[in-house]
């Protein structure tokens, strides 16, 4: 592969990264409204909300390649299970530690993609 080439593989894992990361942090927001929802009692957008951080959970499952990405995959599909139950709880019985519980998890997850777009960035040739 050439240095072109290689240069525009690795911008395109880095897009991919930077648009994971995107996702991670509209759940993360969604959640954070999600729980001022139900401190003002406002529990109909709490769960529009809530909704719409399960939303993205999901897709990001959805989209793991269980085939290629083995053991990772495997347990990003088991956190990304952990998250969409803790969100389920949290809706039905308005439940702020199951939303910090989820939030977390997913803080974590943001974490490892972060150190992961600074090492893809890394590998990028100076002057390419």
């Known amino acids: 592969m050439d ?3 290689y240069r525009k593989t690795v911008l395109a894992a880095t897009d991919r990264v930077q648009i994971i990361l995107m996702l991670y942090e509209g759940t993360l927001n969604h959640i954070k409204i999600a729980k001022q929802k ?3 009692g406002d529990i109909l ?23 290629q990405g083995g ?38 997850i943001k974490d490892g993609w ?7 960035r890394q590998q990028v040739p100076a002057g390419v």
């Open 71 to 108: 053991e990772i995959s495997a347990n990003l599909r088991n956190l990304y299970d952990f998250i969409l139950q803790r969100l389920l709880y949290a809706n039905l019985n308005n439940d702020m530690n199951a939303l910090e519980e989820a939030e977390k998890v997913i803080d974590t």
């Open 45 to 67: 957008s709490k769960g529009s909300h809530i909704g719409k951080a399960t939303l993205i959970v999901s897709e990001l499952s959805n989209v793991l390649d269980m085939e």
């Open 114 to 120: 972060k150190e992961m777009m600074k090492e893809v």
């Open 3 to 5: 240095i072109s080439n």
């Open 38 to 40: 139900i401190e003002r």
